[in-house]
């Protein structure tokens, strides 16, 4: 495990919470239309073997059960509350189960922070008791708790069947939904489920812990709104992924304040599509769409990942075998290269007509015998170039569409597959368009583990999902951190000025900072007056030249008219320096202007930006992509949490759609990458070892292949004096 700061302890407090041995339902009732009422009959229907405690003041007895007029009255040794009562009333129960000993409380009402005001009052005085009792509280506003395996079902769901899929979700519609279509489906199971509501004190974080532990999940999935606190999520996420899948579905975007934000790295952060990248880059599984959540849940659960990206397609159609083609390419997956000796052994059992070049089309060979499908399966599968294998058609429905004989070898052909599911480490998905009726060979491979799906487009996701798990997890060697440099006296000082007199860094000063950890910054002077000038040209002779203004009012340049390039020459020099300042006083006449950069002018290559944000979810966050002036438009960009890992730092490299320019176009030369990954693994260790440092843009970097070149630096100073990475809640 591979987490990104510490350890977790060894066991979460969840555990007697959301497993007890007892249950105090506040708020019981004989009431049908009341949750006091369904929580109660869950709970019996379900056959929960550990003691209910039913409290209301008003009944002896709730549905043939003992009732207790108040939670101090309850003779036993509950673990868990669930508290059906109304808002006002929470604090006080709090406070009773506190003195009771309960160690947890499930609260249903809404009517808390969320709507403000008095409610958010009231929820800080719930959290003060509860803190000072030392109950943990689920919610408020939460739709509810089950846990299948020990017969707890707070919801009174129907239809319900235990599983290995845990559920974490901030809808109880979304949890309502999965349970219908497991239900469908036929085949997925649940473990535990939770309703985290407003996570006034049990986040995120905590839940996935938990479910990391848990040993009747075999894979944890999570419907999310918000994080409350996300860097700590982060953590947990690698731990857990390491040890099994994590399956996130992340609705909306996040939005930090960044209408605010001054850099261009802090109007592109806080997305939705920074927020993939770090839950990616701590091994979770990302699905975009709502209805990939269990698919994708149930394929990693049963076959837990692929050794990588490389598909062979079985088809009995050459039109959906085009469409899986298709949807493979889309979702960075690839055809694999059949072997030659492979090809030989198709071409062995199918007709001459048939294709055997990936996709692999029967042709018509399997109509009359379609368990040879499997033997395709089979073929395959043991060619060293193929990591999965993706069978695609009517598998299944062969008796139905062509005669009634043809079921026996259907079901010798789900056999057969049963048998290579039982030999083979490489992951068998199955599309059928005859899944929505569920003929035999689907239940009996479906009932063997195998997935059978009734989308290409849903197969295609899993089988991605696989190859990321499967890349995830062999690239855990190359996790350590970066360490952080030693922050220098001199720098930190640089910084604590800055703030005093109210501003950034000076481009200088941020380039200063960056010279001396490492970074490859050419050499550059500020000229003041006409003295300074005259040493600039002695020292930088007929080099090309870029002349920049240097004042902490002017924060675009370019549009002051505040830079001139390719100025060669004392006099062109001259004649440069007073057109900036003339331009910039017209720009902005009480503009301060400490003076002019002078720097030579960078080779030609490609323009990058580097950049980094303190996200106040997810803490310091590093972003990569084309620079220029088009950043915030084209958006491609890649993001990851600081501090970066080596392979981290080149997976950014590959993750934007305009990697091809880095590798050389139109009879450009490649650009050293290495130098690149070296360059954001620098700068993640700055940004570790200076809290003041707030934001970071270095747009453009120049890359070719030589190395790189930072033309333009900027580094925003955190104001506030007592600069932290702080936990600021969602």
Same mark, same amino acid.
């Given at each position: 495990?591979?987490?990104?700061?510490?350890?977790?302890?060894?066991?979460?407090?969840?555990?007697?919470?959301?497993?007890?041995?007892?249950?105090?339902?506040?708020?019981?009732?004989?009431?049908?239309?009341?949750?006091?009422?369904?929580?109660?009959?869950?709970?019996?229907?379900?056959?929960?073997?550990?003691?209910?405690?039913?409290?209301?003041?008003?009944?002896?007895?709730?549905?043939?059960?003992?009732?207790?007029?108040?939670?101090?009255?309850i003779?036993?040794?509950?673990?868990?509350?669930?508290?059906?009562?109304?808002?006002?009333?929470?604090?006080?129960?709090?406070?009773?189960?506190?003195?009771?000993?309960?160690?947890?409380?499930?609260?249903?009402?809404?009517?808390?922070?969320?709507?403000?005001?008095?409610?958010?009052?009231?929820?800080?005085?719930?959290?003060?008791?509860?803190? !000072?009792?030392?109950?943990?509280?689920?919610?408020?506003?939460?739709?509810g708790?089950?846990?299948?395996?020990?017969?707890?079902?707070?919801?009174?769901?129907?239809?319900?069947?235990?599983?290995?899929?845990?559920?974490?979700?901030?809808?109880?519609?979304?949890?309502?939904?999965?349970?219908?279509?497991?239900?469908?489906?036929?085949?997925?199971?649940?473990?535990?489920?939770?309703?985290?509501?407003?996570?006034?004190?049990? =986040?995120?974080?905590?839940?996935?812990?938990?479910?990391?532990?848990?040993?009747?999940?075999?894979?944890?999935?999570?419907?999310?709104?918000?994080?409350?606190?996300?860097?700590?999520?982060?953590?947990?996420?690698?731990?857990?992924?390491?040890?099994?899948?994590?399956?996130?579905?992340?609705?909306?975007?996040?939005e930090?304040?960044?209408?605010?934000?001054s850099?261009?790295?802090?109007?592109?952060? =806080?997305?939705y599509?920074?927020?993939?990248?770090?839950?990616?880059?701590?091994?979770?599984?990302?699905?975009?769409?709502?209805?990939?959540?269990?698919?994708?849940?149930?394929?990693l659960?049963?076959?837990?990942?692929?050794?990588?990206?490389?598909?062979?397609?079985?088809?009995?159609?050459?039109?959906?075998?085009?469409?899986?083609?298709?949807?493979?390419?889309?979702?960075?997956?690839?055809l694999a290269?059949?072997?030659?000796?492979?090809?030989?052994?198709?071409?062995?059992?199918?007709?001459?007509?048939?294709s055997?070049?990936?996709?692999v089309?029967?042709a018509?060979?399997?109509?009359?015998?379609?368990?040879?499908?499997?033997?395709?399966?089979?073929?395959?599968?043991?060619?060293?170039?193929?990591?999965?294998?993706?069978?695609?058609?009517?598998?299944?429905?062969?008796?139905?569409?062509?005669?009634?004989?043809?079921?026996?070898?259907?079901?010798?052909?789900?056999?057969?597959?049963?048998?290579?599911?039982?030999?083979?480490?490489?992951?068998?998905?199955?599309?059928?368009?005859?899944?929505?009726?569920?003929?035999?060979?689907?239940?009996?491979?479906?009932?063997?583990?195998?997935?059978?799906?009734?989308?290409?487009?849903?197969?295609?996701?899993?089988?991605?999902?696989l190859?990321?798990?499967?890349?995830?997890l062999?690239?855990?060697?190359?996790?350590?951190?970066?360490?952080?440099?030693?922050?220098?006296?001199?720098?930190?000082?640089m910084?604590?000025?800055?703030?005093?007199?109210?501003?950034?860094?000076?481009?200088?000063?941020?380039?200063?900072?960056?010279?001396?950890?490492?970074?490859?910054?050419?050499?550059?002077?500020?000229?003041?007056?006409?003295?300074?000038?005259?040493?600039?040209?002695?020292?930088?002779?007929?080099t090309?030249?870029?002349?920049?203004?240097?004042?902490?009012?002017?924060?675009h340049?370019?549009?002051?008219?505040?830079?001139?390039?390719?100025?060669?020459?004392?006099?062109?020099?001259?004649?440069?320096?007073?057109?900036?300042?003339?331009?910039?006083?017209?720009?902005?006449?009480?503009?301060?202007?400490?003076?002019?950069?002078?720097?030579?002018?960078?080779?030609?290559?490609?323009?990058?930006?580097?950049?980094?944000i303190?996200?106040?979810?997810?803490?310091?966050?590093?972003?990569?992509?084309?620079?220029?002036?088009?950043?915030?438009?084209?958006?491609?960009?890649?993001?990851?949490?600081?501090?970066?890992?080596?392979?981290?730092a080149?997976?950014?490299?590959?993750?934007?759609?305009?990697?091809?320019?880095?590798?050389?176009?139109?009879?450009?030369?490649?650009?050293?990458?290495?130098a690149?990954?070296?360059?954001?693994?620098?700068?993640?260790?700055?940004?570790?070892?200076?809290?003041?440092?707030?934001?970071?843009?270095?747009?453009p970097?120049?890359?070719?292949?030589?190395?790189?070149?930072?033309?333009? !630096?900027?580094?925003?100073?955190?104001?506030?004096?007592?600069?932290?990475d702080?936990?600021?809640?969602?």
């Open positions: 495990m591979n987490p990104i700061e510490g350890h977790l302890p060894t066991r979460s407090p969840l555990h007697d919470i959301l497993a007890p041995t007892g249950i105090a339902v506040v708020g019981a009732s004989a009431d049908p239309t009341k949750r006091g009422y369904k929580a109660m009959v869950g709970l019996i229907k379900d056959g929960y073997r550990g003691d209910i405690y039913p409290v209301n003041p008003k009944a002896d007895m709730i549905l043939g059960v003992k009732a207790w007029p108040s939670v101090t009255a003779p036993g040794n509950p673990q868990l509350a669930l508290i059906c009562t109304p808002a006002a009333s929470v604090p006080g129960l709090i406070a009773e189960c506190g003195r009771r000993g309960i160690k947890g409380a499930v609260i249903l009402a809404s009517g808390f922070a969320e709507v403000g005001g008095e409610g958010a009052d009231l929820e800080r005085e719930m959290m003060a008791k509860a803190e !000072a009792h030392g109950v943990r509280i689920i919610g408020p506003n939460t739709s708790v089950f846990n299948l395996h020990h017969h707890i079902n707070l919801l009174a769901l129907d239809n319900v069947k235990p599983g290995d899929v845990g559920i974490i979700s901030q809808s109880g519609n979304m949890l309502l939904s999965l349970a219908l279509e497991a239900q469908h489906n036929g085949q997925v199971g649940f473990s535990t489920y939770v309703g985290p509501g407003n996570q006034s004190d049990i =986040g995120f974080n905590d839940y996935l812990r938990y479910l990391g532990e848990d040993e009747n999940t075999r894979v944890a999935t999570l419907y999310v709104e918000g994080f409350r606190d996300g860097r700590k999520f982060l953590e947990v996420a690698r731990d857990v992924t390491a040890m099994k899948p994590v399956v996130v579905y992340k609705s909306g975007s996040t930090q304040g960044q209408k605010a934000a850099s261009h790295t802090g109007a592109l952060a =806080g997305s599509a920074m927020t993939v990248d770090l839950l990616r880059q701590s091994g979770v599984s990302v699905v975009q769409y709502s209805d990939e959540i269990l698919p994708v849940a149930e394929g659960g049963l076959l837990q990942k692929s050794r990588g990206k490389r598909v062979a397609v079985i088809s009995d159609g050459g039109g959906q075998a085009t469409i899986a083609s298709d949807r493979l390419a889309e979702a960075g997956l690839e290269e059949l072997s030659e000796a492979t090809r030989a052994k198709l071409r062995e059992v199918l007709f001459p007509q048939a055997t070049v990936n996709p089309d029967v018509g060979s399997t109509d009359t015998n379609p368990s040879l499908l499997a033997t395709c399966m089979e073929i395959v599968a043991a060619d060293d170039n193929v990591d999965s294998v993706f069978l695609v058609g009517m598998f299944g429905g062969y008796s139905t569409r062509f005669a009634e004989s043809l079921l026996g070898d259907e079901m010798r052909g789900a056999e057969a597959m049963v048998d290579l599911s039982n030999v083979t480490e490489k992951p068998l998905v199955i599309y059928s368009l005859y899944t929505p009726i569920k003929p035999p060979a689907l239940r009996r491979l479906h009932e063997a583990g195998l997935p059978v799906y009734a989308s290409i487009e849903q197969s295609v996701r899993v089988l991605a999902a190859g990321e798990r499967g890349q995830y062999a690239q855990t060697h190359d996790y350590s951190r970066e360490t952080p440099v030693d922050a220098r006296p001199e720098l930190t000082a910084f604590h000025q800055a703030r005093a007199e109210g501003r950034d860094l000076f481009e200088y000063e941020a380039k200063q900072l960056l010279r001396d950890h490492g970074v490859e910054v050419p050499v550059e002077r500020v000229v003041r007056d006409e003295a300074e000038l005259a040493a600039a040209a002695a020292a930088l002779g007929e090309p030249l870029a002349m920049k203004v240097v004042s902490k009012d002017i924060l340049k370019s549009d002051a008219g505040g830079v001139k390039l390719n100025v060669v020459g004392e006099a062109a020099m001259h004649d440069a320096r007073r057109a900036i300042l003339d331009a910039c006083m017209a720009y902005d006449a009480d503009a301060e202007i400490e003076g002019v950069l002078v720097t030579p002018m960078a080779k030609k290559g490609v323009e990058v930006i580097v950049g980094v303190r996200d106040p979810i997810f803490g310091p966050v590093l972003m990569f992509g084309l620079g220029g002036i088009f950043v915030e438009i084209l958006e491609d960009v890649a993001f990851r949490a600081i501090p970066l890992s080596r392979h981290d080149r997976s950014m490299v590959e993750q934007i759609k305009a990697k091809r320019i880095l590798e050389g176009v139109r009879g450009e030369s490649a650009v050293d990458k290495e690149l990954v070296d360059l954001l693994l620098k700068v993640s260790s700055i940004v570790a070892a200076y809290p003041d440092l707030k934001e970071l843009d270095l747009n970097v120049i890359v070719n292949a030589d190395g790189y070149a930072v033309v333009d !630096a900027r580094v925003i100073v955190d104001r506030d004096s007592a600069a932290t702080k936990d600021t809640h969602a």
